[in-house]
């Protein structure tokens, strides 16, 4: 099984300081300590919250971002992991939604980087946004990533599985079947709930471009398959 990565370097960037400068200006005064804990409960827990709606705390990420120039994969790696360090779940969606605006200027050298913010304070809520979004889109740049992907869904740590499993959530048309139908196969005993979960709803996403395939496999696979699994996969069909 992989072994969790260690803590990556924080290389300098003048734009990750001035980014950490502007949100952690900006986000305070906007808190809200009754949505706080509120989202703390609902989230059970896994981090402390300011309590900021989501729509204005984008409204604020945009000004935060204002007029600064697009960053290069170190950037991505200082703003990510600085974010990450910072308590409050609000600066982790931060740099969730940065990595997916500009994940196109990283290399699949930023992959290792992923994978700590995939097992660090791991949540759905930043997991599952991390895998479609920033992991997705760095395998489909580079071919040779699949390899880690058939890796990732061997691994002991469930947010990593679930990652491999969920990271061809947005592909359609450019889903690897086979590999989305192994992959599934090969967790389908898996006792967790957020596993089974994901085997149904990259099955469910999945049948939206072939539903004649995802039928198939679930009529096949039905006995091997959890009933979560089974029911989440044939949600729509």
Not at 54 to 64: D, E, F, G, K
Not at 90 to 103: G, I, Q, S, T
Not at 104 to 132: E, I, K, M
Request: net charge neutral; aromatic share 10%.
């Amino acid at each position: 099984m992989t072994r969790g990565p260690a803590t990556p370097a924080v290389p300098a960037s003048r734009l990750a300081d001035e980014v950490l400068g502007r949100i952690t200006s900006l986000y305070p005064p906007a808190a809200q300590p009754d949505r706080a804990a509120g989202a703390s409960a609902y989230m059970k827990g896994v981090a402390p919250f300011l309590g900021i709606p989501t729509p204005a705390r984008r409204v604020l990420s945009r000004q935060a971002l204002a007029g600064l120039a697009p960053p290069d994969e170190r950037d991505c790696t200082a703003i990510a992991v600085r974010c990450w360090r910072l308590p409050e779940r609000e600066y982790h969606y931060f740099a969730v939604d940065y990595l997916r605006r500009h994940v196109g200027r990283c290399s699949s050298g930023f992959l290792p980087t992923v994978r700590w913010l995939v097992t660090t304070v791991p949540w759905w809520d930043t997991v599952d946004a991390l895998a479609a979004h920033t992991v997705g889109p760095l395998v489909a740049a580079d071919s040779e990533l699949k390899t880690t992907m058939d890796e990732w869904i061997e691994d002991d740590d469930l947010w990593v599985a679930r990652t491999a499993l969920l990271h061809q959530l947005r592909y359609k048309e450019a889903t690897d079947s086979e590999q989305l139908f192994r992959y599934c196969l090969r967790r389908a005993d898996h006792p967790d709930f957020f596993i089974r979960k994901a085997i149904g709803w990259c099955l469910r996403e999945y049948a939206k471009t072939d539903p004649e395939a995802v039928g198939a496999f679930v009529a096949s696979a039905r006995d091997r398959l959890s009933p979560l699994s089974v029911r989440e996969a044939l949600k729509n069909l």
